[in-house]
């Protein structure tokens, strides 16, 4: 029998697998964002993404503000986010950075180590049904395999400056191309992680799923409230990287089934203390 402390473990390795399941590699199971390997059709395309298609507690999901739930029992975001090494790759699916276990964020209590960061195009998650110009997802897991992302919209506006570290590195893995696809990430050196703990100060909360197969739920998602810029140039250098039918990687939203949308909200909770 299969104890939990397993189970969460090859959900984690599965996942992991999928991160590095190349687009210049054909073995394994592909996915994508349209035609016969897209959304619609994930739950079928291998016994192990069966919850992509039965799943109830699902993501991404539109988020209505006045729906949401002001919860006084929620702490700020602790984003524990040092300077530390990072190495970038091709994922086929999205483009993403890869981290040493030296960051971590603490949600209810308990550690996350931060393993990896992603973007998709237009974003997945939607405020009161607008859709953004780009997400991005910092997935965190515990030593057990339970997982917390903290998701950040972007709109088009001024430079990200967290995106200059990586300019060279983007570049270069556009360069190599499918050598660089085959599973050798490009090592980035020391990222500075400052810009990427800033607006905590009001988020959104709700318990979904992976957006992307195996669709894994009970993944505990972080929202920040405040939407941050990046240039279209930007954008466009994230997606260039990617396949075609890749460059437009986000999910259509799904039903909330009856979930409760979270609210922190540092301000509100000031009020209430005087």
Same mark, same amino acid.
């Not at 524990?80 to 993403?96: K, L, P, R, S, W």
């Given at each position: 029998?299969?104890?939990?402390?397993?189970?969460?473990?090859?959900?984690?390795?599965?996942?992991?697998?999928?991160?590095?399941?190349?687009?210049?590699?054909?073995?394994?199971?592909?996915?994508?964002?349209?035609?016969s390997i897209g959304p619609n059709y994930w739950g079928r395309?291998?016994?192990?993404?069966?919850?992509?298609?039965?799943?109830?507690?699902?993501?991404?999901?539109?988020?209505?503000?006045?729906?949401?739930?002001?919860?006084?029992?929620?702490?700020?975001?602790?984003?524990?986010?040092?300077?530390?090494?990072?190495?970038?790759?091709?994922?086929?699916?999205?483009?993403? %950075?890869?981290?040493?276990?030296?960051?971590?964020?603490?949600?209810?209590? *308990? $550690?996350?180590? !931060?393993?990896? =960061? #992603?973007?998709?195009?237009?974003?997945?998650?939607?405020?009161?049904?607008?859709?953004?110009?780009m997400e991005l997802h910092m997935v965190h897991f515990t030593?057990?395999?339970?997982?917390?992302?903290?998701?950040? %919209?972007?709109?088009?506006?001024?430079?990200?400056?967290?995106?200059?570290? *990586? $300019?060279?590195? !983007?570049?270069? =893995? #556009?360069?190599?191309?499918?050598?660089?696809?085959?599973?050798?990430?490009?090592?980035?050196?020391?990222?500075?992680?400052?810009?990427?703990?800033?607006?905590?100060?009001?988020?959104?909360?709700?318990?979904?799923?992976?957006?992307?197969?195996?669709?894994?739920?009970?993944?505990?998602?972080?929202?920040?409230?405040?939407?941050?810029?990046?240039?279209?140039?930007?954008?466009?250098?994230?997606?260039a990287l990617l396949e075609g039918s890749y460059r437009h990687?986000?999910?259509?939203?799904?039903?909330?089934?009856?979930?409760?949308?979270?609210?922190?909200?540092?301000?509100?909770?000031?009020?209430?203390?005087?």
């Amino acid at each position: 029998m299969v104890t939990a402390k397993k189970s969460a473990f090859c959900i984690v390795l599965l996942y992991a697998c999928f991160l590095v399941n190349h687009a210049c590699d054909h073995d394994g199971v592909r996915f994508g964002y349209s035609g016969s390997i897209g959304p619609n059709y994930w739950g079928r395309l291998s016994p192990n993404f069966t919850l992509c298609s039965k799943g109830i507690s699902q993501s991404p999901i539109d988020i209505v503000k006045d729906e949401a739930v002001y919860n006084p029992q929620l702490e700020p975001l602790e984003r524990n986010y040092t300077a530390t090494n990072a190495t970038i790759v091709d994922n086929v699916f999205n483009i993403a %950075l890869r981290y040493n276990d030296t960051a971590e964020t603490v949600v209810g209590g *308990i $550690k996350y180590k !931060l393993k990896q =960061l #992603h973007w998709h195009s237009p974003s997945e998650h939607t405020i009161n049904g607008q859709r953004f110009a780009m997400e991005l997802h910092m997935v965190h897991f515990t030593e057990d395999g339970n997982i917390t992302v903290v998701a950040v %919209l972007y709109r088009y506006g001024k430079p990200d400056p967290f995106l200059f570290q *990586i $300019k060279d590195q !983007l570049a270069e =893995l #556009h360069a190599e191309g499918c050598k660089a696809e085959k599973g050798n990430p490009l090592p980035v050196g020391v990222v500075n992680m400052t810009e990427l703990k800033q607006g905590a100060d009001r988020y959104y909360r709700y318990v979904g799923s992976l957006s992307a197969p195996p669709c894994t739920e009970n993944v505990i998602w972080n929202i920040l409230a405040e939407v941050r810029e990046m240039t279209k140039e930007q954008a466009d250098d994230l997606m260039a990287l990617l396949e075609g039918s890749y460059r437009h990687n986000s999910r259509p939203l799904q039903p909330l089934n009856g979930r409760t949308v979270q609210l922190y909200d540092r301000s509100l909770k000031i009020r209430k203390m005087l």
